[in-house]
């Protein structure tokens, strides 16, 4: 099948410029500013304010450590008890350590940095969750 010239024609100019027209013009926000909607964006704000203490900081990626290695036994545990998708249920942990990965590339670049170490812990916890489970198997 030859590819021909003519089906890239009209994009030719902004090929040779190197500018492209915007697809679609910016959505404006569709719903309400609710008092509701403005507390969840702000709450990530309000968390970093609140863990400003270092001991409340401490405790609360302590939690998310400790929430993340539950969860990793817990996955670990049900789907051996079971005996059906072993292998599944670790591609799916796999999988949500590795879309965690990802964003913690994006959080890097953020000021607040409690977003970056609650992912990590949850990470740390749910990957230590899997390993443990793991070795008491074999």
């Given at each position: 099948m030859a590819f021909h010239l003519w089906v890239l024609s009209p994009l030719?100019?902004?090929?040779?410029?190197?500018r492209f027209p915007p697809l679609a013009p910016p959505?404006?926000?569709r719903f309400q500013q609710t008092r509701f909607q403005q507390r969840i964006t702000q709450s990530g704000n309000l968390l970093e304010a609140?863990?400003?203490?270092?001991?409340r900081r401490l405790s609360l990626l302590l939690i998310v450590l400790l929430g993340g290695f539950v969860v990793g036994g817990s996955i670990g545990s049900i789907t051996g008890a079971l005996s059906l998708f072993d292998p599944l249920g670790a591609l799916v942990c796999v999988v949500g350590i590795e879309?965690?990965?990802?964003?913690?590339?994006?959080?890097?670049a953020q000021p607040l940095k409690l977003r970056?170490?609650?992912?990590d812990m949850a990470r740390m916890?749910?990957?230590y969750g899997l390993l443990?489970?793991?070795?008491?198997l074999l």
């Open positions: 030719l100019p902004f090929l040779k410029s190197g959505l404006a926000p609140w863990a400003q203490n270092p001991w879309l965690a990965a990802r964003v913690r590339g994006r959080l890097l970056l170490q609650v992912l916890g749910l990957l443990l489970d793991g070795f008491k």
